[in-house]
C-alpha cells in the first residue's frame, strides 16, 4: 500500500457554555514522516502553542 496522506493532530479542548467542544490543531506532512518524529514535533508545538493540548495523533491514508 501506498501512502497517500499524513497528518498530525493537536487535539484540546473549549469550553462552549456549559459543554466542552473537541478541537484541534492539524497539519499535513510528507507521506514519508516517520510517526515518532511528528510525536516530537508535536510535543515541541505544544509547548508553544497556547492552549492546552490534551493529545497528539497521527492519522495516515493509504490507497487499497
Known sequence: MKILKKVLHLNYNEPKGEKRVVKSYNFE?????????????????????????????TSTKESL
Open 29 to 57: 506532512v510528507a507521506p514519508t514522516a516517520e510517526d515518532t518524529a511528528l510525536k516530537e514535533v508535536g510535543e515541541e508545538l505544544k509547548k508553544i502553542i497556547a492552549k492546552n493540548i490534551e493529545d497528539i495523533v
